[in-house]
Every structure is written in C-alpha cells, then in structure tokens.
C-alpha cells in the first residue's frame, strides 16, 4: 500500500520552561491513499493540535510528518504555502468561499492560481460538479446557496487541485442534520468515486460513523483505533460509541 500521510513520533508543546504543556505526546500512524480516516476525541485531547501540525498551520516541536514523500517538518516557511496549494485540499466547518465570486469561480480559484490552463479547469470543474450534484448550481453565489450546497462547493474546490490528502475539520458542525447528512454523502463520493484520501478531525460520532478507519486521541495520545471493516455503518457507528464511553469525560464533547 502507498503511505499518503505518516506521523512519526510527533510532539507538540506549548509554553515555556515554567509552564510547559505537552498537546501531542509521541504519536505515530499511516494514512493509505484512498483511505478515509476520522480522528476523535474530548475537548483538548490534541486532536485539533495534531491537524494543524498536519496542516503546515502549526510547526512540531520534535518527530517528522510526510505527505507525498515531502517531509513537512523541513519545508521553509516561504515554500509552505505553495506546498498547501498543491498537496492539501481544506473542508472547512464555515465554508470560507468568496461572497462576490460564483461558486464555480471559488472553485476554479486555486486552480487559477496555479496558472492551469482555462479548458483543464473547465474539464475538472465540470467533472467533479457532475458527481457531486452541483451542476445546476455552479453560476449562482454564495448567498443564493444553501448550508449545504455550501459545503459541497467547498467539497469540490478541496478535490478539484487533485492534492494528495484533503483536510475536514469538523465540516458538519455549522450544519442542520439534512444538510450534515448530504455533507457526508458528498464527502463519501470524493473518497469512494475519487479515491480521494481523506482525514476528518470530528467530534460528532455520526460524522465520524462515515469513515473507514477511525483514531481517538486522549490526553495528547492515540487512546484506541477501530476499523470499519465489514461493518455497516449503523454497527461501527455503535462501535464508536462504545470507545467514547470508555474515553469518559464530558461525553456531550464527542457525540
């Protein structure tokens, strides 16, 4: 199997000498290409830490973390964010398109950006708005949308650059239960129809029901893993229950 994403022993601290707290305490794991992999955990376990160390939004302190065969960890500041561009795809919990640019253009931007050819864009634009339901819908502005077609706009613009691993932090948590759902839906397409690779940080077990594979991170650790498997969702979404139980805390954080 092909290593999309791999953590090595990453540590993360925050503070100084006096006053030091550890958010990621030696945590190791793989991600396949084409995986769809859900990390969980109570409020402050490191999880949100953890994607933005994977994100280039936030620096290790010690330990590597690959993408695409490019160690992170080493890129310089100034490269970092042609590295986002090319290699990341983001679904944001607010959406964060453009209000004065139509949806297909808040799509095509980052292509744009990285000075692809009109007919390409076009092509890609179209392919993925087919198989995300958006086609009728691209012309429109934001403000014309709903939560939900919302998310599936930024669901599209996160695959259109075809990055190597796409990013979901908490992408149902501005949603009603309809639009989370078609959210998900959305997201299982890019996964299962585009092999896309996937990572989603959640705190809803629902959501999280979705994935393939799923990490629960407790106090800056990995606490437990479970595979999906088999199962079908309703069963693994069982399953996460259990382990949420035995995470214990304020359990009003994780479902």
Known sequence: MEH???VKHVEKYYGNRGNLTKAIDDISFNVEKGEYLGIMGVSGSGKTTLLNCISTIDKVTSGNIIIGNKDITKIKCKNLS????RELGFIF???NLLDTLTAYENIALSLSISKIK???IEKRINEVAGKLGIDNILNKYPYELSGGQKQRVAAARAIVTKPSLILADEPTGALDSKSA???LESIETLNEKMN???LMVTHDAFTASYCNRILFIKDGKIFNEIIKGGDTR???FGRIIEVVTLLGGDNNNVI
């Open 82 to 85: 042609k590295f986002r561009r």
């Open 196 to 198: 896309a690779t996937i």
């Open 4 to 6: 999309i994403l791999e």
């Open 118 to 120: 009109y007919e390409e």
């Open 93 to 95: 919990q607010d959406f």
């Open 234 to 236: 309703k069963e693994f």
């Open 181 to 183: 759902r078609m959210l």
